[in-house]
């Protein structure tokens, strides 16, 4: 089976059991975490996937979510918080 990634990620960030559902699945969509090589460092992240279906070949799909970038902005957004609850008191 051929691979497309994208940003280079491989295949190898989708975890195992999270192919073998979506292979094994019909429409349903499932998810996994899992950790995602960014530079020198590995990030925490979640992957999706699920099978479509374009001019009748049925592909399986997987979106790669990195969890750090998020987990950058909620530290944001308290800091704000914290900061302007300090300046209401």
């Known amino acids: 089976m051929e691979s497309r990634a ?3 990620l ?3 960030v989708i975890p195992p059991g999270l192919r073998t559902a979506v292979q094994d699945s019909g429409k349903d969509q499932y998810w996994a975490s899992t ?3 960014v530079g020198t460092e590995d990030r925490p992240g979640i992957a999706v996937g699920n099978l479509v279906t374009f001019n009748g070949t049925v592909y399986e799909l997987y979106l790669i979510y990195d969890v750090n970038t998020a987990q950058q902005t909620l530290d944001e957004i308290q800091g704000v918080l914290l900061a302007a609850a300090r300046c209401w008191c």
């Open 35 to 37: 950790v995602i090589p």
């Open 10 to 12: 491989t295949v190898s």
């Open 6 to 8: 994208s940003d280079q």
